[in-house]
């Protein structure tokens, strides 16, 4: 059986979730863009870390990469802690907040446990593809949200088609 998406998303949350509870806060997983928008501003003032599949797309030439059934599966990790409430709003970027570590301290973190996770070696490449981080796109320049969002994606095999398919891969 296959390697799915859902496993896959519950071994990244699993590897995320217990670094945002040592901070006060929590990881949740997202269905889509308007769940991610509403997650990050439920309860703004704690840190978040919002895990959304992206899609995926086959790898590989015309003619061979359907055969092959490689994907890169792509993924967004959007850490917040709300909006910073101090006069100077970098601030809390660069120097401890309270009790709180520096913001890119927090989101390099998350980036490095994204870097070294370790999926299913069967089904998916390591290491896991890194992309980059960017500030988090509110679309909105009046809208201000102190959140970085690093994107990634990981290799990963599809179950190879024998024959034709009668039902649903699960079944």
């Known amino acids: 059986?296959?390697?799915?998406?859902?496993?896959?998303?519950?071994?990244?949350?699993?590897?995320l979730?217990?670094?945002?509870?040592?901070h006060g806060g929590d990881a949740?997983?997202?269905?889509d863009l308007v769940h991610l928008w509403k997650q990050l501003f439920d309860k703004s003032n704690s840190e978040k870390v919002l895990l959304m599949y992206n899609g995926e797309q086959i790898r590989g030439e015309f003619g061979i990469a359907a055969c092959l059934g490689?994907?890169?599966?792509?993924?967004?990790?959007?850490?917040?802690?709300?909006?910073g409430l101090t006069v100077e709003r970098g601030t809390p970027l660069i120097d401890?907040?309270?009790?709180?570590?520096p913001m890119f301290t927090v989101v390099e973190g998350y980036r490095d446990i994204i870097r070294g996770l370790v999926t299913d070696p069967i089904w998916?490449?390591?290491?896991?593809?890194?992309?980059?981080?960017?500030?988090?796109?509110?679309?909105n320049p009046g809208l201000v949200?102190?959140?970085?969002?690093?994107?990634?994606?990981?290799?990963?095999?599809l179950q190879l088609i024998q024959g034709q398919p009668g039902a649903l891969a699960n079944e």
Request: a negative charge; one cysteine or more; glycine letters at 6%.
């Open 96 to 101: 401890q907040n309270q009790n709180a570590d």
């Open 70 to 83: 490689r994907v890169d599966r792509q993924f967004i990790v959007v850490v917040s802690r709300g909006r």
């Open 28 to 31: 949740f997983v997202c269905s």
């Open 17 to 22: 979730k217990p670094a945002a509870q040592a």
């Open 124 to 139: 998916t490449e390591y290491p896991v593809d890194y992309i980059g981080i960017i500030p988090f796109p509110t679309g």
């Open 145 to 157: 949200v102190d959140a970085y969002q690093i994107q990634f994606s990981i290799g990963s095999q």
């Open 1 to 15: 059986m296959a390697y799915t998406i859902a496993q896959q998303m519950q071994e990244i949350i699993g590897a």
